[in-house]
């Protein structure tokens, strides 16, 4: 794999692993208020932060390692490089037809919200 691609997925394996290590963190911080460990274990916010930067070391490490994960992170970016990209001028415009239709089906849906609203008021 080129440096430039390897670049890329050590990259995305970081930014993995820091998710997976918040997403540690944020739970085992709901479990020690759920199950009160705050009065039962002195530290366990310390314990809990350095455990989560722990375990998200860790993942990245086993990521960074596992052969099958790298063979297909460089398919991936190597695909992604393929890929041909629309232009500035075709993308404003895409953009701009799907706001124009936003507005459209919000007027639509408005209007039919007022509609069926004057409607059940009248009948009851």
Do not use: C
């Not at 960074?64 to 190597?78: D, H, I, P, S």
């Not at 393929?82 to 037809?97: D, F, H, I, L, Y």
């Amino acid at each position: 794999m080129e440096s430039q691609h390897q670049k890329w997925v050590s990259f995305s394996y970081l930014a993995v692993a820091a998710l997976f290590g918040y997403i540690v963190f944020a739970f085992a911080i709901k479990m020690s208020g759920t199950y009160d460990l705050e009065a039962r274990v002195r530290n366990i916010d310390l314990i809990i932060r350095i455990a989560s930067i722990a375990i998200a070391g860790l993942s990245f490490f086993v990521l960074y390692r596992n052969q099958k994960a790298n063979t297909f992170m460089g398919e991936v970016v190597l695909e992604l490089s393929r890929v041909t990209w629309p232009a500035q001028k075709e993308t404003m415009s895409a953009t701009m037809v799907v706001i124009i239709m936003v507005l459209i089906s919000g007027m639509i849906l408005g209007l039919l919200d007022y509609v069926w609203t004057k409607l059940v008021q009248w009948v009851l």
